[in-house]
């Protein structure tokens, strides 16, 4: 934490502390609705259940609305579950489209209602669009904001145009998008190129073609993917007939990479990417039992395998000691291979086209491995235990397990993608079944059927 | 894989193989560069090596330094490596002064001299500024192509300023940077402010005061926490002295997200984030070979432990059918509080400051999750074996096994990177000694005392 931000916050809790216990509420207040919403609720989220209540009735009513749209699901949830309509209300009025409808998600039906019913026509109609839209679509990323001009206009008239706007431009506007007067869209004018090119050229001869528009039912996934590869800042979204219903900016899609990229760091331990760490204790507990739960299943699948062996391990103990090596390391490198596959799949690399190339390549990285570290248990079990039957047995044990593991870690993630089930979150759990399954398999199966 | 994109890239790959079936090398020329630069990366990175060399022969010279660009380390090295020093001083002809920083890095030293010679002075200057940083700090990630305005003209001097701009504005410039004499930044001009005041008002009478100008040194993980929270699209960055040194653009920070979370997700496996899926064998099976090394030494630091209870096992082999359940339930638990507070350090949510709430509220869930499933386990364990002894020693070992796990998790990360070491990669390793060792004596020992 050597960074200035985090040492800056650091200081900032520490005043915030410091004002709080001296009592000037006043103080700590003023001092707190001085940041921007992000940072406030950046700090909520820092913050043990206690003090998090104190700041948050300490924030201003006119920056709620903000400082709710930057919280985790979670907490978010929990603050919108004890605030009453009318709160809700004022904290609604002052946001985009787009921010409304993802907090309108998390509302009780009753309160949208008075919400859609708060709002004038021209904001309903917008948000209800918006609604329309599963959250992880292109049309539920986006916002109704958009400037749109004609390509028969020139620069110097657009100029103008934009100079009566009574609210000036929208946020992270890098350009405006040309449409025909059925709202089709047909390019976009950037902004840069307003202003950089002659004021008689026509917006047709100055705008740019090559920005694909996104159909609102593309996938936040693939709108990502799309912002990466073409460094948009911002994009227009089209229905079925190529009519503009809104855009998104960059903002919200560094959002879908955080969470996305969460959501694989945290699913693979089962959790959920909008787990807030400061969750209640009951709750916490609640969703990490089904985890273990889940997990002890499989453990006990492995624990009935070895239970198959029970009078060989009672003539070789050495068996027992042994055989965690086994699994673990069938565990290590199905893992690895399993997490490049489900990298591949969500970058868009891997798919059923290339899966072939990359299962061979993985089975022969394995074979190289699995010979390597056969041979080094081998020589350790030997040393270890002196018996030339325990070596090889455990040397020809970890081969099949590696080769089985890698085998699975490389097939899964597709696998599992194909049945509708999230890699992410399954992937780890059978992969473990498979590699100590497999591992105690071949381990005691081999010793039982050579060394009785 | 539904995703519209990912279905074009399969169709393109398909067709591609066709045209190249068909020997009709020109026509595949054709269709590879009329794609995006971007585009022809991620189909590199999706070929087996054999394709990637013939369509990395097929890619226009003049896109071959931005195709460098969008590749992951591993493949650009890989490609450059094969290049010689003309054909690589082509290829950086082309590109912005913070890409061609990022393309120098990789290269051999006499090369890297011979591309500083090719330059003319200004661009040499440039260069040589950005790799004055490291590749991680908003030095790193600056261009030096920033566009800036002085506070007294009019928003009209300004207008025809840009417009005589003999190469236009640089891609994604949403403000212009507003200096004094000194150079020294005092604010920005939004272009959309600029489109839409006064063409008779100051630029001090627009200009934005509240963006934070970036220092150089600051780490780019703080970068891109700045961004995320404040919607920036872009932001300058400036030296010790306030003075402009260049700007920092929202598409190479989607770059650093990305990477970040790659680094989170990969480090698990013990990957690395640049990891190629389709490295030659040899090459990912030394660096797969390391990481299965690492784990050895820990699975055989487990066996040993269980080695010296080899007596107890012998006379009661139920012990080595249940273990691993033991091992296993803290392995998980250790790791959802492990996650948790890795992500909390990478999001600056969690420090030194809020430590201990998290550990006192981590630890409450792990008692009541160890009570209930330590009773869950004992019922299984007198069901299977009969006997009430097993089943209270098996229950008493997993509390203290998930208690153990539970408090390592939550405070390696803190610990290791208080120790320059990263988490990421180290912590999953540890925690599962921790879990291993801990749990195979708590149960084996408790059964030794109280079995025999």
């Given at each position: ?267 693979q331990?089962g ?23 889940v997990n002890l299943l499989t453990a006990f699948l492995a624990a009935w395998v070895i239970?198959l ?14 055989m965690p090596v086994v699994a673990s390391m069938g565990g290590i490198a199905g893992t690895q291979t399993l997490t490049l596959a489900i ?12 899966m072939?190339?990359l299962l061979?390549?993985e089975m022969?990285v394995a074979a190289?491995n699995s ?25 020809v044990a970890i081969s099949i397990n590696l080769l089985a593991a890698t085998f699975s870690g490389a097939l899964l993630p597709l696998a599992l993608e194909r049945l509708?089930i999230d890699p992410a979150l399954a992937g780890g759990v059978i992969l473990t079944t498979v590699t100590d399954v497999v591992g105690f398999l071949a381990f005691l199966g081999l ?6």
């Amino acid at each position: 934490m050597t960074d200035d931000f985090a040492a800056a916050k650091d200081r900032l809790t520490d005043a915030l502390h410091a004002v709080l216990e001296s009592g000037s509420v006043r103080k700590a207040t003023r001092m707190l609705n001085a940041l921007h919403p992000a940072e406030i609720s950046h700090l909520l989220q820092s913050l043990p259940p206690q003090e998090r209540d104190i700041v948050w009735g300490m924030v201003d009513k006119a920056a709620e609305g903000e400082v709710l749209l930057y919280l985790n699901d979670d907490l978010r949830d929990e603050l919108l579950s004890e605030m009453d309509a009318s709160r809700i209300l004022a904290a609604a009025e002052g946001l985009d489209t787009d921010d409304l409808a993802d907090l309108v998600q998390d509302l009780p039906a009753t309160i949208t209602s008075q919400v859609l019913a708060s709002l004038d026509e021209q904001r309903r109609e917008r948000l209800e669009t918006a609604l329309g839209y599963p959250e992880d679509s292109a049309g539920g990323l986006m916002n109704t904001d958009t400037v749109s001009v004609r390509p028969e206009v020139t620069l110097d008239v657009v100029m103008r145009y934009l100079r009566r706007l009574k609210d000036g431009l929208p946020d992270i506007t890098d350009n405006l998008l040309v449409v025909n007067r059925e709202g089709r869209f047909l390019g976009v004018l950037y902004l840069t190129d307003l202003l950089t090119n002659d004021l008689d050229d026509s917006v047709a001869e100055v705008m740019t073609l090559d920005v694909q528009p996104m159909p609102a039912s593309l996938s936040a996934r693939e709108v990502a993917h799309r912002f990466e590869q073409l460094d948009l800042v911002s994009a227009p979204v089209i229905d079925d007939d190529g009519r503009v219903l809104g855009r998104i900016t960059v903002d919200d899609v560094m959002d879908v990479i955080r969470e996305e990229a969460d959501h694989k760091f945290m699913g693979q331990a089962g959790l959920s990417e909008t787990e807030d760490m400061f969750a209640p204790v009951l709750l916490s507990a609640r969703r990490r039992a089904l985890w273990l739960g889940v997990n002890l299943l499989t453990a006990f699948l492995a624990a009935w395998v070895i239970g198959l062996f029970e009078a060989t391990i009672q003539q070789v103990v050495a068996l027992a000691v042994l055989m965690p090596v086994v699994a673990s390391m069938g565990g290590i490198a199905g893992t690895q291979t399993l997490t490049l596959a489900i990298r591949g799949i969500a970058l868009g690399q891997l798919s059923i086209k290339n899966m072939r190339w990359l299962l061979a390549k993985e089975m022969a990285v394995a074979a190289i491995n699995s010979a390597v570290w056969a041979l080094v248990v081998a020589g350790v079990a030997w040393a270890w235990f002196g018996s030339v039957d325990i070596a090889v047995i455990i040397a020809v044990a970890i081969s099949i397990n590696l080769l089985a593991a890698t085998f699975s870690g490389a097939l899964l993630p597709l696998a599992l993608e194909r049945l509708g089930i999230d890699p992410a979150l399954a992937g780890g759990v059978i992969l473990t079944t498979v590699t100590d399954v497999v591992g105690f398999l071949a381990f005691l199966g081999l010793a039982t059927l050579f060394l009785l």
